[in-house]
């Protein structure tokens, strides 16, 4: 019961676990700046295709539909001017729910692309923070071939979870009342746990579990992957500062796995496949 309710704190607290470790243990600091760099390059191209069109195309939407709104009241007797009031704040409201909406979508993709990309330093990474922190380090040996393989099917079985569950949400967004609501929560849901398995993978990954085991992992830990999954998704979306909370969820999730999976679980044996 007293691991239920101290979980979630813990949880919250592993990035910043993993900043402590680095500035520590300086020798781990040449891990981060290859990655830093792709994640530079990376964020630069997200945030200018993605970000800044996708603000502009907004604001114009907005300001055209609140035009048409003044024009429809003015149309109306003056006392129900006061919607005029109600139509620019509601905009505003609109404006700043779709750049935070922006914001997490470009850190989300960020994540993707700059842990794929960055892999094999973070694999260096999650490798050393393991050794510190256990004492050793369980690695089974697949091959070249088969680990580039494994890493494309891990994308691809990410992407068959996320894909069904993104069309719900589509669907749900043209139900009246909280059809919107019910899209968003679910949206952010399975963002969270994209970004969970993502950050916990280093370590899974070197001991080859299969996929489903790496999913099955992160919800039978709830207490203390969920609020991880949290705190690392909006580290993420703040922008240039994803530059380093990236490695920082990285390190954070072999820290999280150390301390809170292996001690109850025992997955150092050969033999797993995806």
Not at 57 to 72: A, M, P, V
Not at 93 to 111: C, E, H, I, P
Not at 136 to 151: M, P, S
Request: aromatic share 10%; charged share 15%.
């Amino acid at each position: 019961m007293l691991n239920l309710i101290t979980a979630p704190f813990a949880g919250i607290t592993y990035p910043l676990r993993a900043l402590r470790l680095f500035h520590s243990h300086p020798p781990l600091r040449q891990y981060l700046i290859i990655p830093m760099v792709i994640n530079a390059v990376v964020g630069s191209g997200l945030y200018w295709g993605l970000l800044i069109p996708g603000w502009q195309r907004i604001d114009r939407i907005l300001n055209g539909l609140t035009l048409t709104w003044e024009q429809w009241v003015e149309t109306l007797p003056p006392r129900l001017g006061f919607l005029v009031v109600v139509a620019v704040g509601l905009a505003g409201l609109a404006k700043v729910l779709f750049v935070v909406g922006l914001l997490l979508t470009v850190g989300f993709l960020l994540v993707q692309f700059g842990t794929l990309l960055g892999a094999p330093w973070y694999g260096q990474l999650s490798e050393k923070l393991e050794k510190m922190r256990t004492g050793q380090v369980t690695v089974v040996e697949v091959g070249i071939v088969r680990d580039l393989g494994r890493a494309i099917a891990f994308e691809l079985k990410k992407l068959a979870l996320a894909l069904p569950l993104g069309l719900l949400c589509f669907g749900l967004h043209f139900i009246p009342g909280f059809g919107s609501l019910l899209a968003t929560s679910l949206g952010l849901s399975l963002g969270i746990l994209l970004i969970c398995m993502d950050f916990l993978d280093p370590p899974l990954e070197r001991r080859r579990l299969p996929f489903r085991h790496k999913l099955a992992l992160v919800f039978r830990h709830f207490p203390v992957t969920l609020p991880f999954g949290v705190v690392c998704f909006g580290l993420v979306s703040i922008p240039f500062v994803n530059l380093l909370t990236v490695p920082l969820c990285i390190a954070g999730g072999t820290l999280l796995y150390c301390d809170r999976i292996q001690p109850t679980h025992s997955f150092d044996r050969q033999g797993s496949s995806n």
